[in-house]
Antibody, heavy 115, light 112 residues
Framework: EEQLVESGGDLVQPGRSLRLSCTAS????????MSWVRQAPGKGLEWVGF??????????DYAASVKGRFTISRDDSKSIAYLQMSSLKSEDTGLYYC??????WGQGTMVTVSS | DIVMTQSPLSLSVTPGQPASISCKSS???????????LYWYLQKPGQSPRLLIY???RRLSGVPDRFSGGGSGTDFTLRISRVEAEDLGVYFC?????????FGPGTRVDLK
């Protein structure tokens, strides 16, 4: 079964950093681009960014709202994608999903940015 | 960025009756490869979004055939032929032709 499991969500103060992990199983992780999507409480879905597979250069792209603050990386040997978040703001609060677009989604990990 | 809009934003349905949701994009989602990158998701309360339809009208394996998608270019529709209680939740459309990927605001479907 193809599965994604996110971890690392926490309560953090504004301005601090946090790293989320997404562990994949059931498919050849290195063959796929991986994305992060977030959902503020009671709100819709917002694409955060993605990282292409190494075969496509492993390049990244980000939403304007997080560009320069968030970094996506991957470790294909461990089948893990990471979302490094820095200079966190209250508006970054939400449930963060890892996805293998468009089909496979994790259950999400909650990030709360508050003092 | 491509703006995705949906209507209605809320829909109360009677079980067994049909339902329809519209999704419009600010730019054509038709790629030069001939595919149209429009997806439909259902998010049930407390769950992750689940893909129902990809490339406008292709049902994912395991999705009941009461769900169908149609449209082209910038105008798309998700239809449920006979709504069942398990179909309740929020439906999102998403475009996959450009980055940033963008989602519609969602259509909340509940029982009348």
């Amino acid at each position: 079964e193809e599965q994604l499991v996110e971890s690392g969500g926490d309560l953090v103060q504004p301005g601090r950093s946090l790293r989320l992990s997404c562990t994949a199983s059931g498919f050849t992780f290195g063959d796929f681009a991986m994305s992060w999507v977030r959902q503020a409480p009671g709100k819709g879905l917002e694409w955060v960014g993605f990282i292409k597979s190494k075969a496509y250069g492993g390049t990244t792209d980000y939403a304007a709202s997080v560009k320069g603050r968030f970094t996506i990386s991957r470790d294909d040997s461990k089948s893990i994608a990471y979302l490094q978040m820095s200079s966190l703001k209250s508006e970054d609060t939400g449930l963060y999903y890892c996805t293998r677009e468009p089909t496979v989604w994790g259950q999400g990990t909650m990030v709360t940015v508050s003092s | 960025d491509i703006v995705m809009t949906q209507s209605p934003l809320s829909l109360s349905v009677t079980p067994g009756q049909p339902a329809s949701i519209s999704c419009k994009s600010s730019q054509s989602l038709l790629h030069s490869d001939g595919k149209t990158y429009l997806y439909w998701y259902l998010q049930k309360p407390g769950q992750s979004p689940r893909l129902l339809i990809y490339e406008v009208s292709r049902r994912l394996s395991g999705v009941p055939d009461r769900f169908s998608g149609g449209g082209s270019g910038t105008d798309f529709t998700l239809r449920i032929s006979r709504v069942e209680a398990e179909d309740l939740g929020v439906y999102f459309c998403m475009q996959g032709i450009n980055v940033p990927r963008t989602f519609g605001p969602g259509t909340r479907v509940d029982l009348k």
